[in-house]
């Protein structure tokens, strides 16, 4: 099972990016996938989920309205959209994908997860 990012790079403030997560040797289609990021020096925080069937996201509160998150199941691929970036988003961000159970209670804890890609870079400068 593998999870593959793209899309990173360095952008600068007010810019956009869109990052994809390609999944392969599983079918996720029934699996929440969700993103997180890790700057330096500080833990992996949770920034976007969605479920299967592309039900309610969730968001972060420093992302929302900002960013979108999106699945296509058919490609098993998720996406997030990141519009007015800020340096404060500069971070790896990591896919992750699982079978959650309780959603609404583990859709933030990164624990939760089962299956993680290696993670994209993406640079904002002021």
């Known amino acids: 099972v593998r999870l593959l990012e793209s899309g990173g790079g360095l952008v600068q403030a007010g810019d956009s990016l869109r990052l994809s997560c390609a999944g392969s040797g599983r079918t996720f289609s029934r699996d929440v996938m969700a993103w997180f990021r890790q700057a330096p020096g500080k833990e992996r925080e949770f920034v976007a989920a969605i479920p299967w069937s592309s039900g309610v996201t969730s968001y972060a509160d420093s992302v929302k309205g900002r960013f979108t998150i999106s699945r296509d199941d058919g490609k098993n691929t998720v996406y997030l959209q990141m519009n007015s970036l800020k340096p404060e988003d500069t971070a790896v961000y990591y896919c992750?994908?699982?079978?959650?159970?309780?959603?609404?209670?583990?859709?933030?804890?990164?624990?939760?997860?089962?299956?993680w890609g290696q993670g994209t870079q993406v640079t904002v400068s002021s």
């Open positions: 992750a994908a699982g079978p959650l159970l309780r959603y609404s209670e583990n859709y933030r804890r990164a624990i939760a997860y089962a299956y």
